[in-house]
């Protein structure tokens, strides 16, 4: 069993919540999440002697001079500092404070005899005289709150800062950002925000002062501090207003309550939703405050409700388009019964009806008097502002002729809409008053399709405009809730009596949601499991939801596919066997049959399926518990018992062992990653280390137990996948169990030791897979032995494809080296080389192998890449045979020139291992175990992309063009002209003009069975 005792177990706890200063302040905001493992420095600031940092990683805090332990803001203490330079705080200087690239400084501050001051700083990190800066809060002229990054671009409030005034101060960076890098928060308010050329604060080796800006600089404290907190992470505006309710200590304990649903700053929430919230660790009763205004709701004592045993409220129907605020206090049990004032929170409650946007109406009209007047001009938003007012230029109104017997606008609709109102601005030209242009006399009238028609009562004259820029009184017309998508304004008279032409400024329309909308997941979504439950904004009037669901658009927009109706605003899709990989179409209609129309149809929705299902990435593993990958695929080791697994592991008894040892000394990963990462799949991050030695006739294995059964029938899924990277002197069978049912590799055992990422692949078609428990991996054979590498095991709908060898035969080759001795060209061809620097000839992979020395030894053919058919972007092929003896960056092969794409080099680089391609344009380095072992390189170029293939396996795929030039010919041992020589022997060089296939690359490599190729 392992003993890890030693390891530390720290998990990050996330805790949410937020106070709200103003609703107008804070639109949409997303849930706080504050963890400790982000918070690098907190001074709680209790004690004037001994003050500590109580991050999750402390360091040495020492006080300069004396302080004194006053109240502070939050109901704890604070220290409160006199001005001199003497009294200050130094905070040692840690790994942790360096080269972060997201950073918050925050901190409640109290400051006093401020105007006697030329500045006082709160927390600095440099050494002196801008030296060595890498953040700096402090205010400065006029009480001003400046803060910097690197001793530059720095931000400064608006406010001036008062004495004996509370403030809470935040400054934020994140380097990440592309502009507003910087941010400087005043009482939660954000006051001020900029650019920033740095991507991260220095590094060095200066403390961090708190109270003074360094040792020496004279902008001592003067007043209070309390709850100085220093954040690897750019905190957002809701994560600050929570800090400004509850102490650090009291938001990561769980002690409040968070994540309020709806989320704080919330609109548009529906009338008849409760309010939740994620309740304190120790709470056995919960305060509800629920009112109209921030006040009333902050400072009141008699909670609105006292919920006993649930984290939900009914706070009754709401009222349409108004403002709640709300609150929750955690009530402790017995003995204490503590009460933790929750932050205060805000919502809006939706509107009745909604704005129907321009772009979504069309508009004829009877005619209009130039291209700059059209009726266009009506719906566009032209001349409109944001107070509702609008302006007097004729070219943001719709003008008719300058005769027009008949005028008429009329309106289309994108469907139809149960309306609400129409918002009409009249004509407010300069001249209105003296011509009066302005519609006065007309007919509404509304149609659901165009051909009959309805007169809208009551509603016959419209109110002439003034003709001035303040513009706002626009007439509100009631269309009662009628269903309509065409309306028709018959105008009778303009206000002026005097010409036969007439004007619009604005015309907008309001229709109350009674069609499905908001669909979740969004439409035009990808990579939606087949089996996942989609949901919709139900409409205002339904009772019950009919919903179609086809792979065939026209199908579900006539109404024709397949329906389920739903009580529920929401479907599970599994039980309608959606595939893997498909584009499916779907739309709901809202039915109601006691309405007078009974049903709205809803727009048509897309989504495109999966094209696999996740087994295990293997993302999520890690080197603390209970994240350790040993831990879920168990093991022959096993695992120590600790507050996770209070029972611990004895090991499944075979010589199987998960992870990289990182514990032993002697271990080449001592101290680093249980987990592979520098080889995986590609985009993968991280892979599963399966290392095994069997004895006793005991396979090694590992199982891995799911907590909910598995499907692997959703979405049609046929295969299985188990992408897996051997290594040189693997030996055993790979096999798998699916619930205990035994699966052997079909394919070469041998394959277990390629160097590059093959597949075991495994038709799940006449296996019973609907109830999934249990994957186990493992390797028979006896005394078998080895490591490899799993990564992403996924389920596919399609069956898995086989790479079959393929000889290429001398289709396309234009040159052959196998150095038998020589250099000659043995394609026919003539492209011989000529052996430079002495370099010897000795026993290679097949027959005699090119002995490279690093020194001065390569071969040269004089031959530049239009004689071989390989220039510009054309196709083609190198293949050879490699030992590396040492890496020190010199080229198997090299041809072309240093520049702009034109060269064509596979080489070592500097480092064990690690190797380039080379083409002077963007290049791309892999990693690969070669060391002192021969390895069969494929160096594949189709124009469009560049292939790696190691020992017959794909190990880069790389979208390129190039451009390959004749400057310098091609080369073999040697990169550059003159450059690097290769440490190590070369063997069976092949040259095409043509792009090789994976069957013919594995061929190559020496294969002469199948392998699964990964999907």
């Known amino acids: 069993m392992r003993d890890l005792k030693c390891v530390r177990n720290a998990r990050a706890t996330s805790v949410c919540g937020l106070c709200m200063l103003s609703l107008l302040l804070m639109p949409n905001l997303a849930v706080a999440e504050v963890a400790s493992g982000d918070l690098v420095l907190y001074l709680p600031m209790e004690d004037a002697i001994n003050p500590s940092d109580v991050s999750d990683n402390p360091t040495t805090v020492l006080v300069h001079g004396s302080l004194t332990s006053v109240s502070g803001k939050l109901d704890t203490n604070g220290l409160e500092f006199n001005g001199q330079n003497a009294n200050r705080i130094e905070v040692s200087n840690a790994d942790k404070f360096d080269g972060l690239s997201a950073l918050t400084v925050e901190a409640w501050v109290f400051p006093q005899n401020i105007a006697s001051h030329e500045g006082m700083s709160i927390a600095s990190k440099r050494i002196a005289n801008q030296n060595a800066d890498s953040f700096n809060l402090f205010t400065w002229t006029g009480r001003i709150v400046n803060a910097r990054i690197n001793a530059g671009g720095a931000v400064m409030s608006t406010t001036a800062l008062q004495d ?87 938001i990561l304990n769980g002690e409040i309550a968070r994540n309020p649903k709806p989320s704080n700053g919330a609109e548009d929430v529906l009338v008849a939703t409760d309010l939740s919230w994620t309740p304190g660790e120790y709470a056995v009763a919960h305060h509800v405050y629920v009112g109209s205004a921030f006040d009333d709701v902050n400072d009141q004592t008699v909670p609105t409700s006292e919920v006993m045993d649930a984290n939900t409220y009914d706070p009754g129907h709401l009222e349409f388009g108004k403002a709640y605020f709300w609150r929750v206090d955690e009530v402790n049990g017995a003995p204490d019964k503590t009460v933790f004032k ?175 909308r908001t669909p979740e997941p969004a439409s035009g979504s990808v990579d939606v499991s087949p089996d996942a439950v989609v949901a919709w904004r139900a409409g205002r009037e339904a009772a019950q939801h009919t919903v179609y669901v086809s792979s065939d658009q026209n199908a579900v927009a006539d109404g024709t596919a397949p329906s389920v109706t739903s009580r529920a605003n929401s479907l599970n899709l599994g039980p309608l066997n959606l595939q893997l990989g498909e584009t499916y179409y779907w739309r709901v209609d809202e039915v109601n049959e006691a309405e007078a129309t009974p049903v709205w149809a809803g727009p048509v929705w897309s989504f495109t399926t999966l094209t696999s299902l996740i ?125 205990g049912v035994k699966v052997t590799y079909p394919h070469d055992p041998a394959n277990l030791a390629l160097g590059g990422w093959i597949a075991f692949n495994i038709d799940l078609s006449s296996m019973n897979v609907q109830n999934v428990t249990e994957l186990a991996i493992g390797v028979d054979g006896s005394n078998a032995s080895g490591m490899l590498l799993i990564d992403d095991i996924t389920l596919h709908s399609e069956a898995g494809k086989i790479i079959t060898p393929e000889d290429p035969g001398t289709n396309g080759l234009v040159a052959s080296y196998s150095f038998e001795g020589n250099a000659n060209d043995v394609s026919g061809n003539g492209n011989n080389g000529t052996v430079n620097g002495g370099a010897q000839f000795v026993a290679g992979h097949d027959g005699s192998a090119l002995d490279c020395d690093g020194v001065d030894d390569y071969v040269s053919t004089g031959k530049v890449a239009s004689d071989l058919g390989i220039g510009g972007n054309s196709a083609r092929t190198i293949s050879v045979w490699v030992f590396t003896r040492g890496f020190n960056n010199g080229g198997i092969y090299d041809v072309g020139a240093r520049v702009n794409a034109q060269d064509f080099c596979l080489r070592t680089l500097g480092n064990d291992n690690e190797w380039r391609i080379q083409y002077w344009g963007g290049d791309s380095d892999f990693t690969l175990d070669s060391m002192n072992k021969w390895v069969h390189f494929t160096h594949v170029h189709d124009g469009v992309n560049t292939k790696i293939y190691a020992n017959g396996v794909l190990f880069v795929d790389w979208a390129k063009t190039i451009d390959t030039t004749d400057t310098n010919p091609f080369q073999i041992g040697l990169y550059g002209w003159p450059g690097n020589y290769f440490d190590g022997l070369i063997d069976e060089v092949r040259v095409y003009n043509r792009a090789l296939s994976e069957g013919e690359a594995l061929s190559l490599a020496g294969a002469t069975a199948p392998i699964d190729k990964p999907f």
């Not at 590094?203 to 220093?230: C, H, M, N, S, Y």
């Not at 954040?231 to 200590?249: C, P, R």
């Open 615 to 739: 087994v295990d990435d293997f993302e999520s593993y890690g080197n603390v518990s209970p994240d350790r990958p040993f831990q879920a695929w168990l093991d022959g080791f096993g695992y120590s018992a600790d507050e996770f697994f209070p029972a611990g592991y004895g090991g499944n008894g075979t010589g199987a062992g998960i992870g990289h040892d990182i514990w032993s000394l002697s271990s080449p990963y001592y101290d680093g990653d249980i987990m592979e990462t520098s080889n995986t799949l590609p985009g993968s991050g991280q892979s599963m280390p399966f290392y095994y030695g069997n004895s006793g006739g005991v396979a090694s294995e590992t199982q891995h137990t799911f907590a909910v059964p598995q499907d692997w029938t959703v979405g049609g899924v046929k295969t299985l996948s188990i992408p897996f990277s051997g290594q040189a002197g693997n030996t055993g069978t790979l096999y798998a169990k699916i619930n």
């Open 164 to 250: 004996n005034t509370w403030y809470h101060i935040a400054f934020v960076f994140d380097g990440a950002k592309t502009g507003e890098e910087s941010k400087l928060y005043i009482n939660g308010v954000l006051e001020a925000s900029g650019d920033h050329p740095d991507g991260a604060a220095n590094k060095g080796t200066a403390p961090v002062w708190i109270g003074e800006l360094d040792q020496a600089r004279g902008f001592a404290w003067d007043g209070i501090l309390d709850e100085v907190g220093i954040w690897n992470k750019a905190l957002s505006e809701e994560d600050i207003h929570l800090l400004m309710v509850q102490t650090k200590s009291q």
């Open 342 to 516: 929750g932050a205060v929170w805000s919502f809006e409650a939706e509107p009745y009806s909604l704005l129907i946007p321009g772009s979504a109406i069309g508009v004829t009209a009877s005619s209009l008097a130039n291209e700059f007047s059209t009726p266009e001009k009506t719906i566009d938003g032209s001349g409109l502002e944001a107070d509702n007012s609008h302006g007097m230029s004729a070219e943001t109104m719709w003008f008719t002729a300058s005769v027009d017997p008949d005028p008429w606008i009329q309106y289309e609709l994108d469907d139809v809409k149960k309306l609400d109102v129409m918002k009409v601005w009249n004509s407010n030209g300069a001249a209105e008053n003296a011509i009066g242009w302005g519609v006065k006399d007309v007919q509404i009238k509304y149609s659901v399709d165009g051909q009959t028609w309805d007169v809208l009562a009551n509603a016959t004259q419209f109110s002439r405009a003034p003709g001035l820029p303040t513009y706002n009184q626009y007439d509100e017309i009631d269309f009662g809730g009628v269903a309509a998508k065409y309306i028709r304004l018959d105008i009778a008279s303009n206000w002026g009596g005097i010409l036969m032409s007439y004007s619009l400024s604005e015309v907008q329309f309001n229709m109350i949601p009674t069609a499905a």
